[in-house]
Each structure stands twice: as structure tokens, then as C-alpha cells.
T-cell receptor
């Protein structure tokens, strides 16, 4: 079984709709992240959470919100989807390792299309 | 301002030869560097990392070299195999916040 799962894997929606992407992990990691990938732009950080009570904006958080329901679950919401939010979305987790920067482990991704 | 740069969008090599992927960074606070491999329709997979206290780290066919003075790192794959064909992302972080900053990726194609 995958350590980091994302649902749905694919989603097509219309402009103005509310969308929620979900991420679950069984790795027992405290830290969780949401990224989006656009062609030619690499991965950009949307939001990150270092524990259930700690949520922070990343470099491109406008138009998105998140909820950390439990250590293992981190959801990304688009309150009113717009076409330029069409992208691949990845969830990632990491385990803080004192003295070393952490390594992030990624889910399989959600392909979101906003028409 | 792009802090991690992969200036080659693509690279093509023959099976059995060496693949060299390059990455440059501008933020002198970065002290940990990682390479990820990504196949289509999958999430990025961690490949190898290096701390700024080292200049080389090796894991099987994969070696990462770090030149701090030049703010440059490279990933060497020897010998290259067709299964290595993927997009490779370079990433960097600073111990102050542990967030990763990614480059735009390099598509490696290994031809049989």
C-alpha cells in the first residue's frame, strides 16, 4: 500500500466550483505539504503544516485554503476554482530530523482541470 | 527570483554512458540538497541528497557532487539505463526552515 495517497487522482470541474483535494499518509510524519506543478515551472509550494496546529502559507497560497484534520490528513481546497488553477497537485510528507534538513515523500498527484 | 536553476530542460544520452545533470543555486543559506526523479503520472521520488558539509555523496550508480564556492551541484548516473528516463528535479533547503525550493526539472532520455 502507498504511504502517501491522494484523492481524487483526476478531476475536471467548472469555473466557480468549490473543490477539495485530500491527502492521507501512513508514514507517521508530522509535516505535510501541498505543491502544484505547471509545465516548465517545476514544483511550487502552496501550503505547509509542521503539525496539526501549525499551518503556513507557501509561495503561491492565494486562491487556496487548507485543513489539517489529523496528523495523517491534510486537505487542500479551492473555494472558487478558476482556469489558471489547472495543474498537477502533489501532497508530500516529511519527518523532522533534528540536525538535518528533512526529505519529503510525495503522493501520486491529482490532475485538476478547471474549465 | 529563481533560487534553484536547472538550465538544461532536456538531456539525451546513450545507454551505458554517463548522464550528468546540473543545478545551480543562488541562496547562500541553502545547506541541504536533494535530487528527485519523476515518471509521468507519478509523484516525485527521492533519489539522493547531500549536506553542505560534504562535496560528494554516492549511492550505487548515482553520485551527487557539490561545489559550494560555485553554488553548483551535479548528479552523475553511471551507467545510464533506459529505466532512468524521467524528469529530474534538483531541490534545496535551509536548516532554518526545512522548506524545499525546487528547480524546474531536466528531462533525461536514455536511448537503448
Amino acid at each position: 500500500d502507498a504511504d502517501v495517497t491522494q484523492t481524487p487522482r483526476n478531476r475536471i470541474t467548472k469555473t466557480g466550483k468549490r473543490i477539495m483535494l485530500e491527502c492521507s499518509q501512513t508514514k507517521g510524519h508530522d509535516r505535510m505539504y501541498w505543491y502544484r506543478q505547471d509545465p516548465g515551472l517545476g514544483l511550487r509550494l502552496i501550503y505547509y503544516s509542521f503539525d496539526v496546529k501549525d499551518i503556513n502559507k507557501g509561495e503561491i497560497s492565494d486562491g487556496y485554503s487548507v485543513s489539517r484534520q489529523a496528523q495523517a490528513k491534510f486537505s487542500l481546497s479551492l473555494e472558487s476554482a478558476i482556469p489558471n488553477q489547472t495543474a498537477l497537485y502533489f501532497c508530500a510528507t516529511s519527518d523532522w530530523d533534528r540536525g538535518l534538513a528533512d526529505t519529503q515523500y510525495f503522493g501520486p498527484g491529482t490532475r485538476l482541470t478547471v474549465l | 527570483d529563481q533560487q534553484v536553476k536547472q538550465n538544461s530542460p532536456s538531456l539525451s544520452v546513450q545507454e551505458g554512458r554517463i548522464s550528468i545533470l546540473n543545478c545551480d543555486y543562488t541562496n547562500s543559506m541553502f545547506d541541504y540538497f536533494l535530487w528527485y526523479k519523476k515518471y509521468p503520472a507519478e509523484g516525485p521520488t527521492f533519489l539522493i541528497s547531500i549536506s553542505s558539509i560534504k562535496d560528494k555523496n554516492e549511492d550505487g550508480r548515482f553520485t551527487v557532487f557539490l561545489n559550494k564556492s560555485a553554488k553548483h551541484l551535479s548528479l552523475h548516473i553511471v551507467p545510464s539505463q533506459p529505466g532512468d528516463s524521467a524528469v529530474y528535479f534538483c531541490a534545496a533547503s535551509a536548516r532554518s526552515n526545512y522548506k524545499l525550493t525546487f528547480g524546474k526539472g531536466t528531462l533525461l532520455t536514455v536511448n537503448p
